[in-house]
């Protein structure tokens, strides 16, 4: 899907922020109804989205991201703190600092009396992009759209409409692009295009901020995690550094003949049998190794068919950071 010449590369300057994002003490509090106390939804939050990052951010529902998102975008105001975007504080340089983000929302806002290529130059112009600066052309075939450039807005699918959220955010090539739930109703081919093309504007060096209910997705793409929980930060760290947070693993053994309970050798690592019958040995692996386990087995007579190691993923963390339920990973 992706063809990296044909991506816009993100506006620079001779002296380029270290951090694309800057989030110092970040609140909002919103008015409750007559005398109704206020919700907030974010509480002091504090966060550095490196440049040249691709950065995820999650939490459940009402976690408050979306709030910080819109902050950042100018939909929302906060009660507190401040933010800027790629150096620009969003109240006092506010129109350099939208100018520096694209922003791809979970709703599909496409103008259905316009074609994808009248839109893309429409989006341009409201950026004040010189005609003669326009991507139009670019930004279409690069998402594979060339073809309906010209085609009435109903005649897209779903997923079409999906990338071309996307090249209408790029198309004052901003150096921060931001990503609501973009890959949310896609099927499994499409949303990996979608990544491919992700990964190819953030390796031309586009900081991308990522929101996602897919946890997967930002295991696989994102180089950098926050954590956000009741509009506080609750975990905030490279992605390999969060994934090794919780120092446990899991042994499983096929063994070649079936056995009735578990060897006496093998009661110190707390090991049981499953519903396959095979051996799951627990352990944390700052204080055994897998070595450790299979001389024990060794000991016990366990003649081994087969094994695998089972450890903590992103969502394992996610569950029991936030307590939350497998499907609540939206805010």
């Known amino acids: ?125 409201m950026y004040g ?68 093309h992700m990964r190819a504007l953030n390796q031309r060096g586009v900081t991308i901020l990522l929101t996602t209910h897919y946890l997967e997705e930002a295991e696989e793409l994102c180089d950098r995690i926050a954590i956000i929980d009741h509009g506080k930060v609750i975990a905030c760290d490279r992605t390999e550094n969060l994934l090794r947070l919780f120092d446990r693993k899991t042994l499983c053994v096929h063994t070649e003949s079936p056995i009735a309970a578990v060897p006496a050798e093998l009661e110190r690592f707390e090991a049981s049998l499953d519903a396959d019958q095979r051996l799951c040995i627990p352990y944390r692996p700052s204080r055994d190794s897998a070595a450790d386990i299979l001389a024990a087995l060794q000991r016990a007579g366990v003649t081994i068919r087969d094994l695998s190691t089972e450890e903590a993923d992103l969502e394992d963390i996610f569950l029991r950071l936030t307590k939350a339920r497998p499907d609540s990973s939206d805010g």
């Open 1 to 125: 899907m992706t063809s990296t010449a044909d991506v816009p590369a993100p506006s620079t300057s001779p002296d380029p922020p270290v951090n694309a994002v800057e989030i110092d003490g970040l609140s909002k509090t919103y008015r409750g109804r007559r005398k109704a106390n206020g919700v907030r939804a974010l509480d002091s939050v504090s966060l550095d989205v490196p440049r040249g990052s691709f950065f995820g951010l999650l939490g459940p529902n009402g976690a408050g991201k979306s709030t910080l998102i819109n902050i950042l975008a100018g939909l929302v105001v906060k009660t507190g703190g401040t933010a800027r975007i790629w150096g620009r504080d969003i109240d006092r340089e506010t129109r350099a600092a939208r100018l520096a983000i694209g922003v791809v929302p979970q709703e599909i806002n496409i103008d259905a009396f316009f074609t994808p290529r009248e839109l893309l130059d429409l989006q341009a112009g």
């Open 129 to 196: 992009v010189p005609r003669r600066e326009r991507r139009t052309d670019a930004i279409l075939r690069d998402l594979h759209l060339a073809d309906k450039g010209d085609a009435y807005m109903r005649s897209l699918s779903g997923g079409m409409k999906r990338r071309l959220m996307v090249g209408k955010a790029m198309v004052h090539a901003p150096p921060v692009l931001i990503l609501d739930e973009p890959t949310a109703g896609v099927d499994v081919e499409l949303r990996r295009e979608l990544w491919r």
